[in-house]
């Protein structure tokens, strides 16, 4: 999620996360008010400028902590030492640089990479459901609820409209499970039920709560199902 006011400055952020095929955008807004609403959505990541109409960016950061990660970008590199204060995972100054915003996503893909390795979560599959075991804690899941599939590495992210977890599979495996049948793949990193696809784009899929993903183009035909 992106919250920049600067048409100019929000346009180059966008452009930089397209870059990142593993990246989703799931929203870009000019005030941290208008962002307020959208925060029940599954976000990984906030990028945030720091001098903002109304709430300024560290004041939305300090309301968004369940959001595990957050960038600053900002033309004042002495507002640095006052982010960290609010779980900052990096600062960028502005003008963008492309090399330095890529480094930041290589280290955050790292950070995530570790931190759903420590989670230790384990599954078991019913008829109609799956157990994902957190610790002490099982979560039960109906397979119905599942809006899609994302690759990460070794792991694959299961992801409701409430929650996402982390599962130590594959999505080529889980996908080769009677389970998934109705489950297609539409990118390295994504597949999707096919019930759930409302939309389709040359670049992209729309599912129900707007969520929109990418289409890889080894997995067009995949999608030759549902027509244009």
């Known amino acids: 999620m992106i919250i920049e006011d600067d048409e100019l400055d929000r346009l180059v952020l966008q452009q930089q996360i397209r870059q990142f095929e593993n990246m989703v955008l799931v929203g870009s807004f000019d005030a941290a008010e208008k962002a307020l609403p959208h925060l029940h959505l599954p976000v990984d990541l906030l990028i945030l400028d720091i001098d903002l109409p109304g709430m300024s960016g560290i004041e939305f950061r300090k309301i968004s902590r369940k959001v595990p990660a957050c960038i600053f970008v900002s033309s004042h590199p002495e507002y640095a030492i006052d982010t960290f204060e609010v779980d900052t995972f990096d600062f960028l100054t502005k003008p963008l640089k492309s090399e330095r915003f890529r480094h930041s996503m290589q280290k ?121």
């Open 108 to 228: 955050l893909f790292d950070f995530f990479e570790m931190k759903e390795k420590s989670e230790n979560f384990d599954m078991l599959i019913g008829e109609n459901t799956i157990k994902i075991k957190e610790g002490g804690h099982i979560s039960q899941i109906k397979i119905s609820d599942i809006l899609y599939l994302e690759a990460l590495k070794d792991y694959t992210r299961v992801v409701t409209s409430e929650k996402r977890y982390c599962i130590l599979d594959s999505i080529g495996s889980m996908l080769n499970k009677s389970h998934f049948g109705s489950f297609v793949r539409i990118h390295r990193s994504y597949a999707v039920p096919r019930h759930l696809i409302r939309s389709r784009h040359a670049h992209e899929v729309e599912l129900v709560h707007q969520v929109k993903l990418p289409v890889g183009r080894a997995y067009k035909s995949n999608l030759d199902f549902f027509g244009t």
